[in-house]
């Protein structure tokens, strides 16, 4: 097994629909930059609440790229 070499970078993304759709539009940026992303880990969410409904998502992630 070989050793590697990750960069990490944190990024926040956002959607009015879901959790998992913010975190697939931070991914979606992320992948039109620099090498192959390999692993993300959500590190905090939050929301916006109007009239006491969720109105907005936004989730924070720590993606991993492989420099090897």
Known sequence: MSNHVYQ???LTGSSPSS????IR???ARAA????EIKWFEVT???GQ????QVAHW???IKIGRSLN
Do not use: C, F, M, Y
């Open 58 to 60: 936004q989730v924070t």
């Open 19 to 22: 959790s998992d759709d913010a």
């Open 25 to 27: 539009t931070a991914l």
């Open 49 to 52: 609440v109007v009239n006491g």
């Open 32 to 35: 039109q930059e620099g090498p």
């Open 44 to 46: 905090g969410s939050r």
């Open 8 to 10: 990490i970078s944190e």
